[in-house]
């Protein structure tokens, strides 16, 4: 069967791999579509292999194929749609180092009977929207690190798909003074379909006077600051953290979910003066199946901007990396 794999820096591939053989405690899930994304492109670029080829694909859907005998789960059976975690349950990570990856027509899910990898989807939900769940999953765990409540003025840096899904989650809980940011139009548009009260293009407007405009001041001994009590960081520009820094009010919060390989700047003077907060997001809740119950809730299937087949993930890398604005893209495989 087909695979993609990853060799070395800038080498992925389509390869011809095993069928999987699995063990009474695993399963195989027949995948019908794996979302890609920034960290793909970046395990591509880096080459970030363990010494051997990898393959990709962590954010996957489809239906099971085949139980092991010692996989009791209950409610699920074989034909069953699924959406997989691809979290490293002690068991391997998937997509991200592992020896599983979700960009293949069959996948074998280790460990299946611990029942913390395969989630039932919803009657009724295609399996293309059920693969938002790991995105969702991140987005999620932004809004969870941040604490945020009903009544609390939040900012998100960064439309991506997981800028958009955190928004996705205040709204869903209820907090809706919120402002997006972003450069492109485009997905400052999807800010506004899934609940964001605001949006802002800092090519246009000072984002700290419109904060300030939008959010009211706080009180600070070297002049007023915005009184946006939340800030989630989902752009990866590496401005945005000595901003908020700078900017940001007395006891605010900063959440930082997009990935900075680079060493940052920080002004320490700025966060012991303002009792800052800030916090790493990392992966996802500890009850993954929030980020199905949350796609049930609500339809974001709308920010599948891209849906390509297997044969074509160079294409949807290109996406990823051009110059138009997407949402999330989709590899498909089967008749999804």
């Given at each position: 069967?087909?695979?993609?794999?990853?060799?070395?820096?800038?080498?992925?591939?389509?390869?011809?791999?095993?069928?999987?053989?699995?063990?009474?405690?695993?399963?195989?899930?027949?995948?019908?579509?794996?979302?890609?994304?920034?960290?793909?492109?970046?395990?591509?670029?880096?080459?970030?292999?363990?010494?051997?080829?990898?393959?990709?694909?962590?954010?996957?859907?489809?239906?099971?194929?085949?139980?092991?005998?010692?996989?009791?789960?209950?409610?699920?059976?074989?034909?069953?749609?699924?959406?997989?975690?691809?979290?490293?349950?002690?068991?391997?990570?998937?997509?991200?180092?592992?020896?599983?990856?979700?960009?293949?027509?069959?996948?074998?899910?280790?460990?299946?009977?611990?029942?913390?990898?395969?989630?039932?989807?919803?009657?009724?939900?295609?399996?293309?929207?059920?693969?938002?769940?790991?995105?969702?999953?991140?987005?999620?765990?932004?809004?969870?690190?941040?604490?945020?409540?009903?009544?609390?003025?939040?900012?998100?840096?960064?439309?991506?798909?997981?800028?958009?899904?955190?928004?996705?989650?205040?709204?869903?809980?209820?907090?809706?003074?919120?402002?997006?940011?972003?450069?492109?139009?485009?997905?400052?548009?999807?800010?506004?379909?899934?609940?964001?009260?605001?949006?802002?293009?800092?090519?246009?407007?000072?984002?700290?006077?419109?904060?300030?405009?939008?959010?009211?001041?706080?009180?600070?001994?070297?002049?007023?600051?915005?009184?946006?009590?939340?800030?989630?960081?989902?752009?990866?520009?590496?401005?945005?953290?000595?901003?908020?820094?700078?900017?940001?009010?007395?006891?605010?919060?900063?959440?930082?979910?997009?990935?900075?390989?680079?060493?940052?700047?920080?002004?320490?003077?700025?966060?012991?003066?303002?009792?800052?907060?800030?916090?790493?997001?990392?992966?996802?809740?500890?009850?993954?199946?929030?980020?199905?119950?949350?796609?049930?809730?609500?339809?974001?299937?709308?920010?599948?901007?891209?849906?390509?087949?297997?044969?074509?993930?160079?294409?949807?890398?290109?996406?990823?990396?051009?110059?138009?604005a997407c949402g999330k893209v989709m590899i498909t495989i089967g008749d999804e």
């Amino acid at each position: 069967m087909k695979q993609i794999v990853l060799h070395g820096p800038d080498d992925w591939r389509l390869d011809d791999v095993p069928d999987p053989d699995p063990g009474p405690r695993d399963a195989l899930v027949r995948i019908a579509a794996c979302g890609i994304c920034g960290t793909d492109t970046s395990y591509i670029h880096m080459g970030l292999t363990p010494g051997h080829p990898i393959p990709l694909g962590h954010e996957m859907a489809g239906t099971v194929e085949w139980l092991g005998p010692e996989v009791q789960i209950a409610g699920l059976a074989v034909g069953d749609p699924v959406v997989v975690c691809p979290a490293d349950a002690g068991h391997g990570a998937m997509g991200t180092g592992g020896p599983q990856g979700g960009l293949t027509p069959l996948l074998h899910v280790p460990e299946a009977a611990d029942g913390t990898r395969l989630f039932r989807v919803p009657d009724g939900m295609p399996l293309t929207t059920a693969a938002l769940a790991e995105p969702v999953a991140v987005g999620m765990q932004s809004v969870n690190q941040a604490g945020a409540k009903p009544g609390d003025k939040v900012a998100v840096f960064g439309c991506g798909p997981i800028g958009l899904f955190a928004l996705a989650t205040l709204a869903d809980r209820g907090v809706t003074d919120t402002v997006a940011i972003d450069l492109d139009p485009a997905r400052l548009e999807l800010a506004r379909t899934v609940g964001a009260a605001h949006t802002l293009d800092p090519t246009r407007v000072d984002v700290w006077d419109e904060l300030k405009r939008l959010h009211g001041t706080a009180p600070f001994r070297f002049g007023p600051t915005a009184a946006t009590d939340i800030f989630i960081e989902a752009s990866g520009a590496d401005a945005v953290i000595g901003d908020v820094l700078q900017q940001g009010r007395v006891d605010g919060t900063l959440v930082v979910v997009a990935l900075h390989f680079r060493p940052v700047p920080t002004s320490y003077v700025n966060l012991l003066m303002k009792q800052f907060t800030v916090r790493g997001s990392m992966e996802y809740p500890e009850r993954f199946q929030d980020a199905v119950e949350l796609l049930e809730r609500r339809d974001l299937s709308h920010l599948i901007t891209h849906t390509l087949p297997l044969d074509r993930f160079g294409d949807g890398l290109a996406v990823l990396e051009g110059t138009e604005a997407c949402g999330k893209v989709m590899i498909t495989i089967g008749d999804e």
